[in-house]
């Protein structure tokens, strides 16, 4: 029987479109389903809306509709952006729904029934905005602590359940359970509540007050506190509590940001232990996404649309960004300089740059079609052991949660395999005539690339299908297991010729900030006012090009107009001052170095897409050039 993975992602607020952080958590959790997929387990996605409270009265009568229409519509937003960035969830479930709203009452009934929920009077601090009451104590400055306006002082009856009840029991259980709170701050943040009486929590609106709501089983007069109505989504889309989904999938892993701690590590969990179900496997919560270091919100104006960013840097791009940059736990810091940075230099550069070499040294020295028969010498096996401990790695890390850290651990082997290609040289075995070692070693990149693809499947399912349909593969995820993949060197048939290339992700242009900020030097810095940082180095981009063509600008005595081979699709256009120093015809053939990712420009009317490097000497320039048998788009560290 398959081992199972039931993960969902909070219901989202309809009082607002969705933007960059309804899109990190939704992509990360479908990022985890996929992962769990791909080591052959039976898994279950769910997301969805919640749609019932105060400020969804508001936002509705705001643009002058009904509640119904007002979540119809917002709801139909999240519903249909989720395949435009290739979420596959198994269910989207809305509150409204009335299976959902029966799930919600059969609850209440059990709990009410337990004795767990009482009649009584509450005065307090309530923000309309998070939809629930404050104390005193974590009011900040008189306001709520996360809308950072005044609260209005509510006294009113109502139902209460009676969760202080469990109040021990909780501390005990995560006590005992480490694993079942992470990252561990979160942990540690959830028992310094439980320290201090969480009291019992209001669970009712009075409907004099609100009749947008889940009308309470046992009193007609009230409708359901929206938290209460929400949190039992997890059960009521599997069909709790009879249906086959339900015993197959539940406990739930929930993954959430750290606003909504509290409900889920605290509400949730009681609310379960009261109405006799399993409390779920683990919660685990990230950080914000910041934009100049300030959280997203509609209310300060600062939200990013999912939408412009898919469509301008692909969505294989935009969800590698999300999973590779965000440490889970952490915030995160958004811009689309970090996000252009980010993917040029992992994939353009590093794992798009692999695959284009590979595919392209395949044709140039056998036509596409490698021999069956391979023979591994040791430095084979030194890489073929950092594979296995990267893969591994990642494997570990996307257990725990955490996709950046899993990325880096791949990236580790993407690096590991650039540094091999470089140091076997496949083109001095080639110039040798040594072809069957050139074979074997072709055959080494090969395998490693296959596991590369299957390792980005979970986090860019397209391209990772794309790379494995080019090496003559297909993924068939329902009778996969990734870790019998991570001990498997073996080679496969294939039958036909590979293609000469697959430039799967293009380089984009680093635009120029609108503003920067001027430095003042100092007295100190004067003297290192020629260094700049490392991390500024490592932006620049060093290529070895073959030059392929040269010709005389046809406006300047000054420049020749070079056509550089970088093993992209087509050689780049690059002018340059030399024409004093060398005739076209010298050029041809030369190997150079090239600055890769500089922004095109025009220089007396011709586009130059980098710069050829030269060295000053007395009797003027001289291009810097590399001898030997170098792969065009070899990467110079």
């Not at 439980?194 to 609100?210: N, Q, T, V």
């Not at 590093?350 to 140039?364: A, H, Q, V």
């Not at 068939?476 to 799967?504: A, G, Q, Y």
Request: hydrophobic residues 35%; glycine residues 6%.
């Amino acid at each position: 029987m398959k081992k199972t993975f039931y993960v969902t992602t909070p219901i989202y607020y309809v009082n607002a479109k969705p933007h960059l952080g309804h899109a990190y958590t939704t992509i990360f959790a479908d990022t985890i389903c996929r992962f769990h997929k791909l080591m052959g387990e039976e898994t279950f996605f769910l997301t969805g809306t919640d749609e019932h409270g105060d400020k969804i009265v508001q936002a509705a009568e705001s643009q002058g509709k009904n509640p119904q229409e007002y979540v119809d519509e917002i709801s139909g937003l999240f519903k249909n952006l989720w395949p435009e960035l290739d979420i596959e969830n198994d269910k989207f479930i809305r509150t409204t729904y009335p299976y959902h709203k029966e799930c919600v009452q059969r609850f209440l009934k059990i709990v009410y029934d337990k004795g767990d929920i009482y009649f009584g009077e509450y005065g307090g601090y309530y923000c309309f905005g998070c939809e629930r009451f404050y104390t005193e104590k974590e009011l900040v400055d008189g306001m709520c602590p996360d809308h950072k306006k005044p609260l209005t002082y509510i006294h009113e009856e109502n139902y209460f359940f009676r969760m202080s009840k469990y109040q021990d029991w909780l501390r005990e259980y995560i006590n005992d359970h480490p694993d079942f709170i992470q990252p561990e701050a979160y942990r540690k943040e959830v028992l310094s509540m439980l320290k201090e009486p969480i009291g019992d929590l209001c669970i009712s609106r009075p409907k004099k007050r609100l009749t947008w709501g889940i009308e309470m089983p046992f009193d007609k007069n009230f409708v359901t506190y929206v938290w209460f109505d929400a949190l039992i989504n997890y059960l009521s889309a599997i069909g709790w509590p009879d249906s086959e989904e339900f015993k197959k999938f539940w406990p739930a892993y929930h993954i959430i940001a750290k606003d909504i701690l509290k409900p889920h590590a605290i509400f949730w969990p009681t609310m379960l232990k009261s109405a006799g179900v399993e409390i779920y496997k683990g919660l685990r919560v990230h950080g914000y996404w910041k934009v100049d270091e300030t959280k997203m919100s509609k209310s300060l104006g600062n939200v990013v649309d999912p939408l412009y960013l898919k469509d301008k840097y692909g969505v294989d791009g935009f969800r590698y960004f999300l999973m590779r940059e965000m440490h889970f736990g952490h915030d995160g810091n958004f811009s689309e300089k970090n996000m252009i940075e980010r993917f040029n230099a992992d994939l353009a550069n590093d794992i798009g740059n692999l695959f284009n070499r590979t595919l392209s040294m395949i044709n140039k020295y056998f036509k596409g079609k490698l021999k069956s028969k391979i023979n591994i010498e040791d430095v084979d096996r030194e890489l073929i052991l950092i594979g296995k401990e990267s893969l591994n790695n990642y494997i570990t890390s996307f257990e725990s949660f955490n996709s950046a850290e899993g990325l880096e651990n791949l990236m580790v082997f993407v690096r590991a395999v650039n540094k091999y290609i470089d140091s076997v040289a496949p083109w001095t075995l080639f110039k040798n005539k040594d072809l069957d070692r050139l074979n074997t070693v072709l055959w080494v990149v090969l395998i490693c690339l296959r596991k590369i693809a299957l390792a980005l499947w979970p986090v860019m399912p397209s391209s990772s299908e794309k790379m494995l349909n080019a090496i003559g593969l297909s993924l068939d995820i329902k009778n996969f297991d990734f870790k019998k993949e991570v001990n498997d060197f073996n080679i496969w048939e294939i039958s036909d010729k590979l293609p000469k290339n697959l430039n799967l992700f293009p380089r984009k242009e680093v635009f120029k900030e609108e503003t920067q900020k001027k430095e003042t030097k100092s007295p100190k810095s004067e003297k290192l006012e020629n260094y700049i940082d490392f991390d500024v180095f490592q932006k620049v981009d060093l290529r070895v090009g073959k030059v392929v063509d040269a010709a005389k600008h046809p406006n300047a005595d000054k420049l020749l107009c070079l056509k550089v081979d970088l093993g992209e699709t087509k050689p780049r256009s690059v002018v340059a001052g030399i024409a004093k120093y060398y005739k076209p015809d010298e050029l041809i053939g030369k190997n150079v170095v090239m600055v890769a990712n500089l922004k095109p420009r025009k220089l007396r009317g011709e586009i130059s897409e980098g710069m050829v490097l030269a060295v000053h000497k007395k009797d003027g320039l001289q291009v810097l050039s590399i001898d030997g048998e170098i792969d065009p788009g070899s990467k110079i560290s």
